[in-house]
Nanobody, 126 residues
């Protein structure tokens, strides 16, 4: 059973924006680094962003840098991914995941993330 839950996906036109949320009901996220990932049809899942436990460290893949912003509100137990200037190639299922160690930093690699959500679909199309 997934411990994380993503929301906020949907259909948006090119150039539009969406904000994804990642929350958890059974664990407190404020200890952990969180990563956002996506998997497009026919492609492998890729890491696109991560944030450390206090929000002071953020990282982005080249494919989203300058367009996406990761943030977190630990009081709300939620991590966000603000996506602007969306392109058709951003169409994918988006996942969040927690690195279940003390998250003083975050890693842009999938293998350290142990707790995953079920994903939310983002479709960018006219």
């Amino acid at each position: 059973q997934s411990q994380l839950v993503e929301s906020g996906g949907g259909l948006v036109q090119p150039g539009g924006s969406l904000r994804l949320s990642c929350t958890a009901s059974q664990i407190k996220l404020n200890w952990y680094a969180i990563g956002w990932f996506r998997q497009a049809p026919g492609k492998e899942r890729e890491v696109i962003s991560c944030i450390n436990n206090k929000g002071g460290t953020t990282k982005y893949s080249d494919s989203v840098k300058g367009r996406f912003t990761i943030s977190r509100d630990n009081d709300k137990n939620t991590v966000y991914l603000q996506m602007n200037s969306l392109k058709a190639e951003d169409t994918a299922v988006y996942y969040c995941a927690a690195d279940l160690r003390y998250g003083e930093t975050c890693y842009m690699t999938e293998d350290v993330y142990r707790s995953w959500g079920q994903g939310t679909q983002v479709t960018v199309s006219l």
